[in-house]
């Protein structure tokens, strides 16, 4: 009798049998899970984000503190002259007052944005009774 | 107490803070989460890294499964999401070569019988033949084969539509039948194995 391509599929599964997890795997698993924080309400991706407009906002503040004015400089007065191409005074808006003037705009969006991630986190882990989506982790 | 009943006690137990509690999780299920990640990436190193990967990703959620669907389902699913992700970033190919690379003499050793070294050949074979379908088409065989799911079940792991799978396992079917068929000269027997 001619074999179905089930049949014969199936027969080869059966005789060869599933491949089994190389030995040490449940312990090796096991190993990373205990180096897993107890809080998870913060995932990798979002854990990296917030990193990142952490240093961004530190770094404006260094850049704000230690900047003097940018009139100060002859060459950036030339630079910013010859870029507008207005020969107007717009090396004026670079000075250290608007750039923290600015990076308090910063601080207020990323302090929203970091907020709104934990409230985000938050409402999903113990309020929301949603749909599962797994491996969107 | 069958499998999903224990599945949830012990989630249970993580859950309630019982870390090593998972352990039990990974033990029951690791060798048909390695097998499937195998079966699609094609290789041991990579397959062990991706059931790893995946474990920790259950580990992570735990807490979101809330049980509407069988544990091995939303299990099945995760694993095959971070294997397809892991294809793709590696760029993992599909075998190219044509012709079956081994012949059953090559499986005759001293030490093994016949019939065993007609086995060891057919394993190698088998997974030849499942290499040389694209990485979807891999995992359907695997889930419809050796984890023994239903299309509904395959379906809601992968997100392919029911007919879809259906045509999928069909080409599947066929242009592994064509490799096993061509390659398989000797008739084993059951009996003695």
């Known amino acids: 009798m001619k074999k179905s391509e089930n049949d014969i599929i199936k027969e080869f599964v059966d005789l060869t049998g599933p491949e089994e997890a190389p030995s040490g795997f449940t312990g090796n698993v096991m190993s990373r899970i205990k180096m897993e924080k107890e809080y998870t309400y913060v995932n990798p991706i979002k854990r990296k984000f917030v990193l990142v407009v952490a240093l961004i906002f530190t770094g404006l503040i260094i850049l704000a503190s230690?900047?003097?004015?940018?009139?100060?400089?002859?060459?950036?007065?030339?630079?910013?002259?010859?870029?507008?191409?207005?020969?107007?005074?717009?090396?004026?808006?670079?000075?250290?007052?608007?750039?923290?003037?600015?990076?308090?705009?910063?601080?207020?969006?990323?302090?929203?944005?970091?907020?709104?991630?934990?409230?985000?986190?938050?409402?999903?882990?113990?309020?929301?009774?949603?749909?599962?989506?797994?491996?969107?982790? | 107490m069958d499998t999903s009943n224990s599945d949830r006690y012990y989630i249970d137990l993580v859950l309630s803070g019982k870390k090593e509690a998972f352990a039990s999780i990974v033990e029951r299920h690791k060798d048909n989460v390695f097998n499937l990640a195998l079966k699609i990436c094609g290789n041991n190193e990579d397959a062990e890294e991706i059931a790893q990967d995946s474990f920790v990703k259950v580990f992570r959620s735990l807490r979101s499964?809330?049980?509407?669907?069988?544990?091995?389902?939303?299990?099945?699913?995760?694993?095959?999401?971070?294997?397809?992700?892991?294809?793709?970033?590696?760029?993992?190919?599909?075998?190219?070569?044509?012709?079956?690379?081994?012949?059953?003499?090559?499986?005759?050793?001293?030490?093994?019988?016949?019939?065993?070294?007609?086995?060891?050949?057919?394993?190698?074979?088998?997974?030849?033949?499942?290499?040389?379908?694209?990485?979807?088409?891999?995992?359907?065989?695997?889930?419809?084969?050796?984890?023994?799911?239903?299309?509904?079940?395959?379906?809601?792991?992968?997100?392919?539509?029911?007919?879809?799978?259906?045509?999928?396992?069909?080409?599947?079917?066929?242009?592994?039948?064509?490799?096993?068929?061509k390659n398989t000269v000797k008739e084993i027997n059951y009996e003695k194995v």
């Open chain 2, 65 to 181: 499964f809330k049980g509407n669907s069988r544990f091995t389902t939303w299990l099945y699913r995760i694993v095959y999401n971070t294997s397809i992700t892991f294809v793709r970033k590696n760029k993992l190919g599909i075998l190219r070569i044509d012709d079956f690379p081994a012949d059953s003499a090559d499986f005759l050793r001293s030490n093994i019988s016949e019939d065993e070294a007609e086995i060891e050949y057919r394993r190698i074979l088998l997974a030849y033949a499942i290499q040389k379908l694209d990485h979807e088409d891999r995992a359907i065989i695997t889930m419809h084969y050796y984890q023994d799911l239903s299309h509904t079940e395959i379906c809601s792991i992968t997100g392919i539509s029911r007919s879809n799978i259906k045509v999928r396992l069909f080409r599947a079917r066929k242009k592994m039948k064509e490799i096993l068929e």
């Open chain 1, 66 to 137: 230690t900047l003097p004015s940018a009139s100060e400089y002859s060459w950036m007065t030339i630079m910013m002259d010859k870029i507008s191409g207005f020969g107007t005074g717009m090396h004026e808006y670079f000075s250290s007052q608007k750039i923290l003037y600015l990076s308090s705009y910063v601080f207020y969006i990323s302090a929203g944005i970091i907020a709104f991630v934990l409230f985000d986190r938050f409402l999903s882990r113990f309020l929301i009774q949603g749909k599962e989506s797994p491996g969107r982790v």
